[in-house]
């Protein structure tokens, strides 16, 4: 089992930057790949960010490209996705996800545990 918890949610401005993290707990995080999804309300939920156990390699979705950054400290078995140049669209609760494979991947179904997630509210 890996536990996972989310944090560094909040309400910022367009424009401004937000860094959420999720700490991990239970196995070795270095096992896991890790990756980032939203929930809007309404919406489904949707991929946004992935990294592979040894965070050499990410991948993202098109509409966070060039503002989002995923990573890593394997030491402190924790992931981060630091989000600059926020837009309102980017509003959601943004999960943490651990998946048993080295590689990144954007598929929900392709991981095994999530946390709890946690609010960010972009204001216009």
């Known amino acids: 089992q890996v536990q996972l918890a989310e944090s560094g949610g909040g309400l910022a401005q367009a424009g401004g930057s937000l860094r959420v993290s999720c700490a991990a707990s239970?196995?070795?995080?270095?096992?896991?790949?890790m990756g980032w999804f939203r929930q809007a309300p309404g919406r489904e939920r949707e991929f946004v960010a992935a990294?592979?156990?040894?965070?050499?390699?990410?991948g993202y979705t098109d509409s966070v490209k060039g503002r989002f950054t995923i990573s890593r400290d394997n030491a402190k078995s924790t992931v981060y996705l630091q989000m600059n140049s926020l837009k309102p669209e980017d509003s959601a609760v943004y999960y943490c996800?651990?998946?048993?494979?080295?590689?990144?991947?954007?598929?929900?179904?392709?991981?095994?545990?999530w946390g709890q997630g946690t609010q960010v509210t972009v204001s216009s």
């Open positions: 996800a651990a998946a048993n494979g080295y590689f990144r991947y954007e598929r929900a179904g392709q991981y095994s545990y």
């Open positions: 990294i592979s156990r040894s965070g050499s390699n990410t």
């Open positions: 239970g196995r070795t995080f270095s096992n896991f790949a």
